[in-house]
């Protein structure tokens, strides 16, 4: 089976196939026989044809494999080459300018007003959140249109807190 | 004697061990978001005390005194955060009829306010950092402080602690802000506005001593602790004994703890924090009146245990050590283990924890808080464990925690464990050449993701993670043939059924 790995931002072509008791993996221009198995839900263990083994561990949202090594991680995205074609076209656009809160939290002060000219970086509300009071500053040059939330309310993560124009 | 536990998470557990190997049975208080938290399923009883805020729950005198009469508790150990240091509590306990697992709310009070115990201490002999010792009643105060004493200076909550409600001001045009977001901040923890102003001590150490006493008079010191690593004023290592204090500072640093504590009659376990500046000299910074986050570090070298201390002497027993029996033995570290990214400042990362495999072997001791499966809440403090490693020396300490923490795995959100393995690789750390702004140093280079996998170790994960997609997509096509094997079995049954 063929798949691209992207990995910090760069494809890498992948080919696994089955061999002996476990795999043949190319990895751009290396090669590896591997076996892997499964130690409980979330834990493998790969070994390579020298006995070298490592132990991750696993976790897949979608083609997002998140593996901890050690005390490291990586992120990983898995891609089948025929579902990629369908899906890249999709992805652009997005909700440019709303700034959303990371966490959740709630709102301590309002530091902007509507209408008001800030400048990347300028602080737009506080949000205290796990005892901690954070600025949420803008993340580009431009106008306020609408603020969301006033002091006092308590926000879920990712819900939206200012419109900048 | 049954104990309520006033508190939530690691310390609760901790509390509630140290009950069950007395034979003291427990009782556990919770938020409505705790019902399934480690400490909850761990006590004999727990009893609800109110919604998630801490106002509305572990905040909440009235709710614990009556759990405590509900459940027919003798005692209440306050942990600590939440009203640990809180006198009113204290007296609360007492007033209902039950035992307060801490010190009296008069030494509570004493040292609760900043100001008023920097005035004692001054009083006692006791070195304190200069500055005011009242509150000051308007921000000129402040400004004309900063004027008189030159920057940089500490504006810090008259009524604060534990590093929460303080600002370093090092720029004139900062003071103003800096001056009303630690009052905010002081109203909303501590629900006192009131802040002070102190000079800043450069390059400082934070060096603290554990005392202990009883109600008899007695009072011993346990050396001291290693607290100068801190992130937002929040300790994140703790180190005893301190690798810069040797056996004559000791016993100076020792017997002014002393003093201090017997300043304000004190009984039960206590610390006293010092800022200690390059050339040595320390000052008072406060004291503790409870048990201290990094209490582990000491019962590891000492061989005791405070919680135990803290329940005898709580029902009028004498201290079970006298000074000169005391004696350290070896090297101990704690990391706390926070739910936070390092590479983002160590912003808080909530959420569900899908895996986790604790660190254990010789020499590790962990106080988790947490398990796999538990959803760690955004109401309260970050922290999921201590993980804790005693040897012989510090430099097994050290590589005994590298090894701890390569065990240590937790999934599902972010943890300060990639920063801890950082840092105990880190030269500086290692040869004890550190302040208390050196985490904030190193954050550009956490941010880069400090622990970079050689290629190697990158290329296995990539080949497990492309095996593990492969095996996925190939068991999208198996259901269907065991589905058909199933039906032809139950088609098969049934007809033998028939027959």
Not at chain 1, 14 to 39: I, K, M, N, Q, W
Not at chain 1, 57 to 83: C, F, Q
């Amino acid at each position: 089976m063929k798949l691209i790995a992207r990995y910090e931002d760069t494809d890498i072509a992948v080919e696994v196939e089955r061999h002996a008791d476990g795999y043949r993996v190319t990895l751009g221009d290396r090669c590896f026989s591997v076996d892997l198995v499964h130690a409980g839900r979330y834990v493998r263990s790969l070994r390579l044809e020298d006995g070298t083994q490592y132990s991750l561990v696993h976790n897949r949202i979608g083609n997002m494999h998140e593996i901890m090594m050690g005390g490291s991680r990586i992120e990983v995205e898995i891609i089948d080459p025929l579902a990629l074609r369908r899906k890249s076209r999709e992805d652009a656009g997005g909700e440019g300018g709303v700034v959303k809160a990371l966490m959740p939290g709630r709102i301590v002060r309002i530091l902007v007003e509507s209408g008001q000219a800030v400048e990347k970086g300028t602080g737009l509300l506080i949000l205290e959140a796990m005892k901690m009071e954070n600025e949420i500053q803008a993340p580009v040059d431009g106008t306020v249109a609408e603020i969301f939330v006033k002091p006092g309310d308590t926000v879920e993560g990712g819900a939206a807190l200012v419109h900048i124009d | 004697m049954k104990v309520l536990v006033a508190n939530r998470g690691e310390i609760a557990v901790r509390i509630i061990r140290a009950c069950r190997e007395l034979g003291y049975p427990t009782v556990a208080v919770y938020s409505e978001p705790d019902r399934a938290a480690l400490h909850v399923v761990y006590a004999d009883q727990a009893i609800p005390i109110g919604p998630a805020p801490s106002r509305e729950s572990y905040l909440r005198i009235d709710r614990i005194i009556d759990a405590a009469k509900t459940t027919g508790a003798d005692a209440v150990h306050p942990g600590y955060g939440f009203l640990a240091e809180n006198a009113e509590f204290a007296r609360a306990c007492r007033d209902a009829g039950l035992l307060f697992i801490g010190p009296s709310p008069e030494s509570i009070d004493a040292m609760g306010s900043k100001t008023e115990a920097r005035q004692r201490m001054k009083a006692a002999g006791v070195p304190v950092v200069p500055g005011l010792t009242e509150a000051v009643k308007s921000f000129d105060e402040i400004a004309a402080f900063a004027a008189q004493a030159g920057l940089p200076i500490m504006i810090k909550a008259a009524a604060g602690g534990g590093g929460k409600g303080m600002r370093l001001v090092t720029r004139e045009d900062e003071l103003r802000q800096a001056y009303e977001r630690t009052t905010s901040e002081a109203a909303s923890f501590f629900g006192n506005p009131a802040v002070y102003a102190e000079k800043f001590v450069e390059s400082p150490r934070h060096i603290e001593v554990q005392i202990v006493g009883d109600q008899h008079g007695n009072l011993v010191h346990l050396g001291e602790r290693e607290c100068t690593l801190q992130r937002r004023h929040q300790k994140v290592v703790e180190e005893c004994p301190s690798p810069v204090v040797d056996e004559e500072l000791r016993q100076r640093l020792g017997a002014m703890a002393v003093k201090a504590a017997a300043a304000v009659s004190y009984y039960s376990a206590g610390t006293i924090e010092c800022l200690m500046g390059p050339d040595r000299q320390f000052y008072f910074l406060e004291m503790n009146t409870r048990l201290q986050v990094e209490h582990p570090v000491t019962e590891m070298v000492w061989g005791v245990d405070l919680v135990k201390a803290q329940l005898l002497i709580a029902q009028g027993g004498k201290l079970p050590w006298r000074q000169e029996q005391l004696k350290p033995s070896g090297h101990a570290i704690e990391c706390r283990i926070y739910a936070e990214d390092p590479a983002r400042k160590f912003a808080p990362s909530p959420g569900l924890i899908r895996y986790m495999n604790l660190p254990q072997g010789p020499g590790v001791r962990n106080e988790n808080g947490v398990y796999p499966g538990y959803t760690v809440p955004v109401f309260y403090d970050p922290m999921l464990s201590k993980l804790v490693c005693h040897s012989s020396t510090r430099a097994d300490a050290i590589e005994r925690m590298k090894r701890a923490l390569m065990e240590y795995r937790i999934q599902g959100i972010e943890t300060t464990i990639p920063f801890f393995t950082f840092l105990m690789n880190h030269p500086d750390f290692r040869a004890a050449r550190f302040d208390t702004g050196f985490i904030d140093g190193l954050l550009p280079q956490l941010a880069l993701g400090p622990n970079r996998l050689d290629r190697e170790r990158v290329d296995a994960a990539i080949a497990a993670a492309a095996i593990l997609a492969f095996e996925d997509a190939e068991r999208v096509q198996l259901p269907a043939d065991q589905d058909s094997q199933w039906k032809r079995a139950g088609r098969e049954e049934a007809v033998r059924g028939g027959l």
